[in-house]
């Protein structure tokens, strides 16, 4: 993106951010006379803009990935503590946000700072505005993508766990479970040093070239099913939730970019054509 289209940007997430927090506010719980998921989406928005200064001044990307997982856990720890609430759909929410923010941002952290940086940062870092819109779109992807959890717990209803949220959960799991073990796998793999410069193909690779994404996906779908029962009024823009993390992972910012890279590296050799052919990019064949 051109300076003129960095600068729309600044100006175009943050206000998606708003009309999110109106929407989601919607019949929602209220702290001090303002509304909690309203609260929640700013202070989503704060700590990546905090967390960016000292970014900005290092010229680093080191802790970009672990200040997204720290917002995840902060924004959904204020929302429980400012709901006042302690019904059981609110508890598995937050603990699934947890468990699952605490395993990516250590997973995250450690591969960044075991390869020393983060490529896709290399030409973002200098400029003041791009490398700020990136801790901002961030602000917004964590918006996004928790908007079933802030807003379920900030909902002034409350229903009883059942069938759907335990559905949600079970979901939840399978997509968890299978963003776990491909992760595991690749970092395996690529610990052996015979397999230095080779892509992996094998466990979950050789279902799906993918299958971390999908994973992460599926537990989005699991999310957001425990949190359907309490949505009403606007606050059902809390569905936007898997299609959006659907969107990023396969249109913008993940398949794209590794498939582009996997071909620049790979490309045309007849181990990688042929694996290329025969799996699919994201749903695991059986």
């Known amino acids: 993106m051109n300076k003129s289209q960095i600068r729309k940007s600044l100006i175009i997430v943050p206000t998606i951010g708003i009309l999110v927090a109106l929407a989601g506010s919607h019949h929602g719980l209220t702290f ?24 900005f ?29 302690s019904d059981l759909r609110s508890i598995i929410l937050t603990v699934l946000v947890m468990i699952w923010a605490v395993r990516l941002g250590t997973f995250l ?30 602000a917004l992807w964590v918006t996004l993508t928790a908007a079933p959890v802030f807003i379920a717990i900030s909902s002034a209803k409350v229903v009883e766990v059942g069938p759907l949220a335990i559905a949600g959960l079970i979901v939840w799991l399978i997509g968890f479970g299978v963003e776990v073990v491909a992760d595991q796998q690749k970092s395996q793999f690529r610990k052996n040093p015979t397999n230095k410069e080779k892509f992996i193909s094998t466990g979950l690779w050789s279902r799906s070239r993918h299958p971390n994404y999908f994973g992460e996906i599926v537990l989005w779908v699991g999310v957001t099913l425990i949190a359907i029962p309490v949505l009403q009024g ?19 910012s993940g398949v794209p970019m590794l498939e582009a890279k996997a071909d620049k590296k790979w490309g045309g050799q007849d181990d990688y054509e042929s694996y290329k052919a025969n799996t699919p990019v994201l749903i695991p064949k059986l």
């Open 109 to 138: 952290l450690r591969r960044v700072q075991k390869a020393g940086k983060d490529d896709r940062f290399d030409t973002i870092k200098p400029d003041f505005y791009r490398f700020l819109n990136a801790w901002t779109i961030q």
């Open 57 to 85: 001044r290092m010229q680093t990307e080191k802790f970009y990935d672990f200040t997204g997982s720290l917002t995840y856990i902060s924004v959904t720890i204020v929302a429980l503590l400012l709901s006042g609430k």
């Open 234 to 252: 606007w606050q059902w823009v809390a569905l936007i939730s898997p299609f959006f993390v659907f969107l990023l992972l396969t249109r913008v």
């Open 32 to 55: 001090n006379g303002l509304p909690i998921f309203a609260l929640c989406v700013a202070l989503a928005f704060l700590i990546n803009w905090i967390a960016f200064v000292p970014a």
